[in-house]
């Protein structure tokens, strides 16, 4: 699922089981939380896919 996937640290979604108190397991999946902003990038603006974690820790910089 290429919709959600950060472009710049590569966090995709990640799959497990949801485990019941009798211990009945189904499946599950969580996906990282990515936005489409518009960025800096080699001094040009472009439209990425980045995770909140990668905005917040400012290895992106939001285009103004």
């Known amino acids: ?3 959600s996937r950060c472009d710049i640290c590569g966090k ?3 799959f497990g089981n949801l485990v ?10 969580q996906y990282p939380n990515v936005h489409r902003i518009r960025a800096n990038i ?3 603006s472009r439209f990425v ?5 990668c905005l917040r820790s400012g290895k992106i910089v ?3």
């Open 42 to 44: 080699k001094g040009a």
């Open 12 to 14: 995709g979604p990640q």
């Open 49 to 53: 896919r980045v995770c909140t974690r």
């Open 20 to 29: 019941s108190h009798a211990h009945n397991l189904s499946k599950h999946h």
């Open 62 to 64: 939001k285009a103004v």
């Open 1 to 3: 699922m290429k919709a």
